[in-house]
Each structure stands twice: as structure tokens, then as C-alpha cells.
């Protein structure tokens, strides 16, 4: 399983945009990079994933470089309610093989005015 | 409403004394998982299951027991257990596949466990 390395924590002002990478060097050929959001006392939520290159949704976005060997989450304009841990999950989707899933420690966002 | 639901959310127990925490989801997901949290550490999976009478170890399986009898459900138990298991527990499910499907796990609330 492709091990992940996050920032452990980052500090941003609301209405700036936040970018956390993830590194993940011996990232596989069929593994996914899936990011999770969580809140104090509550389970993690899906936020984005992808493959290589860039995937934008209505949250977020991330940018995968060619080699993969990284990720970047970016999240434009943050508010308060951002304030949350993010989780970079590398792995293969549960597809009937091999689906041991693991979490890194996460990087926790806090977002003041 | 779509769900996973764990019972209890809250508990605090003696060492030995053996312990169930159930956790069940209303979306007819085939893939459902334990993790547990701890201050530092992130979120380690114990036990994951790939379908009725499919379970298999995660990163952390040891002193945890499984079974899945039902699709829709997947107890957590604790034949005896000790103060190295407190912690927050999470259950999650998602269905079966590559994508799009497949990469989204539900999380349940969450049980906080204390072992005295």
C-alpha cells in the first residue's frame, strides 16, 4: 500500500485559497488518490478523487502530476466552516481484490478571519 | 435517509468484559469497514469486509473480531478487552467497484470507547 505523507497542520484566512499536498512516492498503477474531510467528533466525509491530472468538483479540486507521486487539494476561498482535518487516501477502490484501505495522519486546517 | 448507524456512540467498560459495538447501513453497500482513531495516529483500519461471510484484516485486527452474516450489518466485538483499546471507532460502507463508485465511504457517527 502506497504510504502517505501530508503537512500536519496549516493555517489560512476565510476568503483565501488553501492548497495541501500529499506525497505518495510508491503510489501503484491501479491505486486512486481519494481525499476525506472530517470534523471534530464526526466520521470523514468524501471530498474529491482522482487519477492523474485534474478533477474539479463543486468543493474542491486536485491536481495530480504525471508521475503521481504527489497530489494537491485545493480548496478556492475558504470560510470558517473549512476548519476541519483533510486526509489523503491512496489505494484501489474496493473491486472485489485487494481493498486494505489506509489513511495517513491528515493535515489540520484552521480558518480564521 | 442514506445511512451508517452505530450503537452505542458511548461507552465505558471494565477490562475483560466482553463488548459489541453494531453498525449497520440502509444502502445495500457490499464493502463495510472498522477504523478506529487515536490522537496522532489518524484513522487505522481494523477490519474490513467484502460481502456476506467476506472478512479480512486490516492494518490493526488484533484483539477485534468480526462477522457479517447480513449485508446491511457488521459488529465490531470485543472478546476482552483492554485499556489499549480506547479509542474512537468508526464504521463505514461504500458499494463495490472502480469509478465512480466505489471510492466514497459512508462513515457512521462514531463510537467513543473508554476501557478502564
Known amino acids: 500500500l502506497a504510504k502517505t505523507t501530508q503537512p500536519i497542520s496549516m493555517d489560512s484566512y476565510e476568503g483565501q485559497e488553501v492548497n495541501i499536498t500529499c506525497s505518495h512516492n510508491?503510489?501503484?498503477?491501479?491505486?486512486?488518490i481519494t481525499w476525506y474531510q472530517q470534523f471534530p467528533s464526526q466520521g470523514p466525509r468524501f471530498i474529491i478523487q482522482g487519477y492523474k491530472t485534474k478533477v474539479t468538483n463543486e468543493v474542491a479540486s486536485l491536481f495530480i502530476p504525471a508521475d503521481r507521486k504527489s497530489s494537491t487539494l485545493s480548496l478556492p476561498r475558504v470560510s470558517l466552516s473549512d476548519t476541519a482535518v483533510y486526509y489523503c487516501l491512496v489505494g484501489e477502490p474496493p473491486t472485489g481484490t485487494a481493498s486494505k484501505l489506509t489513511f495517513g495522519t491528515g493535515t489540520r486546517l484552521q480558518v480564521t478571519l | 435517509e442514506a445511512q451508517v448507524t452505530q450503537n452505542p456512540r458511548y461507552l465505558i467498560t471494565v477490562t475483560g468484559k466482553k463488548l459489541t459495538v453494531t453498525c449497520s447501513q440502509n444502502m445495500n453497500h457490499e464493502y463495510m469497514s472498522w477504523y478506529r482513531q487515536d490522537p496522532g495516529l489518524g484513522l487505522r483500519q481494523i477490519y474490513y469486509?467484502?460481502?456476506?461471510?467476506?472478512?479480512d484484516k486490516g492494518d490493526v485486527p488484533e484483539g477485534y473480531k468480526v462477522s457479517r452474516k447480513e449485508k446491511r450489518n457488521f459488529p465490531l466485538i470485543l472478546e476482552s478487552p483492554s485499556p489499549n483499546q480506547t479509542s474512537l471507532y468508526f464504521c463505514?460502507?461504500?458499494?463495490?467497484?472502480?469509478?465512480?463508485?466505489?471510492?466514497?465511504?459512508?462513515f457512521g457517527p462514531g463510537t467513543r470507547l473508554t476501557v478502564t
Open positions: 469486509s467484502m460481502n456476506v461471510e467476506v472478512t
Open positions: 463505514a460502507s461504500s458499494p463495490l467497484g472502480g469509478p465512480p463508485v466505489g471510492y466514497e465511504q459512508y
Open positions: 510508491n503510489i501503484a498503477t491501479n491505486d486512486y
